[in-house]
């Protein structure tokens, strides 16, 4: 928002302050999109400088039939002495599972780091590490097996899948492919490239003893995150961390949802004091701070998001009775006009939005609103009603991205599919996402995946054929909330395509390119999220 001018010509003055005005009554306020809008830009340029390898290229040789956070299926193979092995017969402490074969010159260039690898993963505790080689008894057989391990001084035991079973029982497509399994047979990671530094072996095992959730939250605490508890925007690599960069309402209310998945009240005293002490100035949450100055301006979604956190941190820990009162006479007062839920209030002006952006509509938030004060009661309705009746088609079963009060109608403008599919989450987690809108997402997931931007009529949006961390994400967490598995897992493939593995790497643990560019707040949280929902399901 740019300041109005002030000085001896009044009436230039008045005139500008008319206009911006007539821009927010028409809904064309930039802010409303703010995350979405820094998150596409920085997705087009990430698009450019990528290599030409597609993600499908990249998902399609991964394990077809088990899943990241999930168990492996019951596969077995044979012993050296010939006895029948289960999978199960392994659980109880982890497991380290490699396909191979010794014809295989990737496999042969990962098992000769094996040695290193077996001591490195002493240090992080007692492991099952498995060799199982992919034995068809013409191409493999176990005397060529047994004499390239003995070449290669490699003294562990091997297992045999022979008429690989195991290997066609899990949908594995190339070799090697290593997955790393918890004490419960719990899939934690997995590569389907050779592993050839040890660096990048020792990624995969903090994934497996610490969890891929918390390997990226580091990287935000350690270099998103300020001394005070503001996470910041974009990561600069230039500087070294990315504290040059705005620090938003969303990313922080996202990192309190991280806090409580993780039951870490600390971290999340730590973001809330930076909320309550930096951008809640007279009672309302700013959703920008650039530098120390925060925006006049709130989000209704953001404000959604803290207080069904401290709703949450209260049923947990207790002691948030205060802020949750404070919170929602903040929504009543701003969140509110004619009796209908609005985007934002903007401070300066003492102007209501006029829209209302259906990926704002939190139900569950609401729905507690309207059971706990009648104020938000008719409100709640209403917005349900338009996030119901904003469908765009049978077609093309997304919905519109805001509804305009002033006009009584959706807007038909494109959709961003980051909110889209927050409005399909919310949506499942009331209980009303229709049936047809998640067969339109397993269709997309089946045919390449969700991309950036759609028109209405369902097609892309020229320029925006590409792919974020962020929308798989939340069609990971959309797969779990309505328990399709095969949904989860696929978002989940898709979403790791761009998540640094190397330990030596700056950059570990974060979703972004090699070099460092392209790493934004938005896919961290959101991608942190995905590993805490879908993780803590399959424990």
């Given at each position: 928002m740019k300041k109005a001018l002030s000085g001896s010509r009044t009436e230039k003055a008045l005139i500008i302050i008319l206009c911006m005005l007539t821009v927010f009554t028409a809904g064309g306020l930039l802010l409303l999109s703010h995350y979405f809008n820094e998150e596409e830009e920085l997705q087009r340029r990430r698009k450019e400088s990528a290599e030409e390898t597609s993600l499908d290229d990249i998902t399609a040789i991964l394990p077809e039939y088990c899943n990241l956070n999930e168990k492996i299926p019951d596969i077995s193979f044979t012993s050296e002495s010939g006895k029948k092995i289960s999978m199960k017969e392994f659980e109880g402490k982890p497991s380290i599972l490699t396909f191979w074969a010794s014809w295989c010159p990737d496999c042969r260039n990962e098992l000769s780091?094996?040695?290193?690898?077996?001591?490195?993963?002493?240090?992080?505790?007692?492991?099952?590490?498995?060799?199982?080689?992919?034995?068809?008894?013409?191409?493999?057989?176990?005397?060529?097996?047994?004499?390239?391990?003995?070449?290669?001084?490699?003294s562990m035991d091997t297992y045999y899948d022979e008429g690989l079973s195991a290997y066609k029982g899990l949908g594995i497509h190339a070799i090697p492919t290593t997955l790393f399994l918890d004490e419960h047979g719990v899939i934690r990671a997995w590569s389907t490239k050779p592993?050839?530094?040890?660096?990048?072996?020792?990624g995969y095992l903090k994934d497996l003893t610490e969890g891929s959730a918390k390997v990226t939250g580091d990287f935000v605490l350690?270099?998103?995150?300020?001394?005070?508890?503001?996470?910041?925007?974009?990561?600069?690599?230039?500087?070294?961390?990315?504290?040059n960069s705005d620090i938003l309402s969303e990313t922080q209310g996202v990192m309190l949802e991280y806090a409580l998945l993780r039951k870490d009240q600390q971290l999340f005293e730590?973001?809330?004091?930076?909320?309550t002490g930096v951008m809640r100035v007279n009672g309302l949450t700013a959703w920008k701070v650039n530098g120390d100055k925060p925006s006049e301006v709130n989000s209704l979604l953001d404000d959604f998001r803290i207080l069904g956190a401290l709703l949450s941190a209260n049923n947990?820990?207790?002691?948030?009775?205060?802020?949750?009162?404070?919170?929602?006479?903040?929504?009543?007062?701003?969140?509110?006009?004619?009796?209908?839920?609005?985007?934002?209030?903007?401070?300066?002006?003492?102007?209501?939005?006029?829209?209302?952006?259906?990926?704002?509509?939190?139900?569950?938030?609401?729905?507690?609103?309207?059971?706990?004060?009648?104020?938000?009661?008719?409100?709640?309705?209403?917005?349900?009603?338009?996030?119901?009746?904003?469908?765009?088609?049978?077609?093309?079963?997304?919905?519109?991205?805001?509804?305009h009060y002033s006009t009584?109608?959706?807007?038909?403008?494109?959709?961003?599919a980051a909110e889209a599919m927050i409005t399909l989450l919310h949506l499942a987690e009331a209980g009303l996402l229709p049936d047809d809108s998640m067969s339109w997402l397993k269709a997309q997931m089946d045919a390449g995946g969700v991309k950036a931007r759609y028109k209405t009529d369902g097609t892309v949006?020229?320029?925006?054929?590409?792919?974020?961390?962020?929308?798989?994400?939340?069609?990971?967490?959309?797969?779990?909330?309505?328990?399709?598995?095969?949904?989860?897992?696929?978002?989940?493939?898709?979403?790791?395509?761009?998540?640094i593995i190397d330990t030596a790497s700056p950059y570990y643990g974060a979703f972004g390119?090699?070099?460092?560019?392209?790493?934004?707040?938005?896919?961290?949280?959101?991608?942190m999220l995905a590993y805490e929902y879908t993780g803590k399901s399959a424990e």
């Open positions: 780091h094996m040695n290193e690898f077996v001591s490195t993963a002493k240090k992080y505790g007692d492991f099952n590490y498995i060799l199982v080689n992919k034995t068809d008894n013409k191409k493999e057989t176990k005397e060529t097996v047994k004499k390239y391990l003995s070449d290669q001084k490699i592993i050839v530094k040890n660096s990048v072996f020792e350690g270099s998103l995150m300020d001394d005070r508890g503001g996470v910041h925007t974009t990561y600069d690599p230039s500087q070294g961390n990315a504290m730590k973001i809330l004091s930076y909320i947990l820990w207790g002691g948030y009775d205060q802020l949750i009162n404070d919170y929602s006479r903040e929504i009543a007062k701003y969140g509110l006009h004619n009796r209908n839920y609005v985007d934002f209030y903007d401070v300066r002006y003492k102007k209501y939005a006029d829209r209302f952006t259906l990926c704002y509509g939190d139900l569950q938030t609401m729905s507690w609103l309207a059971d706990r004060d009648d104020r938000f009661a008719e409100p709640y309705e209403s917005a349900k009603k338009l996030i119901l009746g904003g469908k765009i088609s049978d077609g093309f079963p997304l919905y519109y991205s805001w509804y009584n109608s959706y807007a038909p403008d494109d959709l961003n949006v020229e320029g925006y054929n590409y792919d974020s961390t962020a929308v798989y994400a939340l069609i990971a967490m959309i797969g779990e909330v309505k328990g399709d598995k095969k949904l989860q897992g696929k978002a989940l493939k898709k979403m790791e395509k761009m998540r390119m090699e070099d460092g560019s392209g790493i934004t707040s938005f896919d961290q949280v959101m991608a």
